[in-house]
């Protein structure tokens, strides 16, 4: 159920390359699941930005975000003490499928909802391996604080500077066993990782929102059940519903 609020940032600090964890406190109840996010009012702009949500508990938010263009160069100079408009509990978020050996794919800033997930399922006594790719050793981020939940976790960076050269399917080889698969990142990323595996799963996908809500229907896209709104009935689908 979503939620109009206000939020107190806590702090606002840059992890890697231009990349920022933003703290928010205020009321949390509106989230219920990782994968979900919310769209931010940053001051100065009309159209509100959707965010990854990091973590969650009772009266704080920890979101990541991405540099991207103007609102979110602006996003990083709001100080702590600033009151922000945020639109919370948005999207449906993934839910944890009956599993042994999940195994968990993000891309660039696919990764920030992925941790949640992660401990969800450990919490759950699942086993998860964990693959998180990036362009280069500096945009890396959540590969200790994943590995601290007790998951395994392969890195691949573009340029090869971290961890296994190449994209994320490049570390597939090297998963011992998978019985399930939930990822987000880039659609090139999606659709390289259904070529390479056909393990049932979920799938996070990023698309530009307005609205965030279901209201404007500008992030659209053709499910099993007709056209479907990512924002509203994503932004998790399954394989089944995306038909890949
Ligand atoms: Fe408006 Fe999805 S962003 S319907």
């Known amino acids: 159920m979503r939620q109009l609020l206000d939020f107190t940032v806590v702090e606002n600090r840059e992890l890697a390359q231009d990349t920022y964890l933003l703290s928010l406190a205020g009321d949390t109840s509106a989230l219920a ?6 769209n931010l009012e940053i001051p100065g702009y ?9 973590d969650w508990a009772p009266g704080r938010l920890d979101l990541i975000y991405k540099v991207l263009g103007e609102g979110t160069r602006d996003l990083v100079q709001v100080r702590v003490g600033t009151t922000m408009s945020v639109l919370s509990g948005l999207g449906n978020g993934f839910h944890a499928a009956p599993a042994q050996h ?10 920030v ?3 949640a997930l992660a401990r969800t399922l450990i919490e759950e006594g699942q086993n998860p391996t964990v693959i998180y790719g990036f362009n280069s050793a500096a945009e890396v981020i959540l590969v200790e604080e994943t590995e ?3 998951a ?4 691949t960076t573009a340029d090869g500077s971290v961890g296994t050269a190449g994209f994320v399917t490049a570390a597939l080889d090297q998963v011992p066993t998978a019985d399930y698969l939930y990822a987000c990142g880039p659609t090139p990323m999606l659709r ?8 049932p799963g979920q799938f996070s996908l990023e698309e530009r929102m307005a609205c965030g809500f ?9 499910t099993r059940s007709g056209m479907s709104r990512v924002c509203k009935e994503g932004p998790v689908f399954t394989r089944e519903e995306l038909q890949w």
């Open 33 to 38: 699941a990782p994968g979900q996010f919310v």
């Open 46 to 54: 009309y159209l509100r930005r959707p965010l990854s949500v990091f």
């Open 102 to 111: 999940p195994l968990i794919v993000g891309g660039g800033v696919g990764v």
């Open 113 to 115: 909802p992925l941790w």
């Open 148 to 150: 601290a939940l007790g």
């Open 152 to 155: 395994r976790v392969l890195v």
């Open 192 to 199: 390289a990782l259904t070529a390479a595996t056909a393990l």
């Open 214 to 222: 279901g209201a404007c229907v500008g992030c659209v896209v053709s």
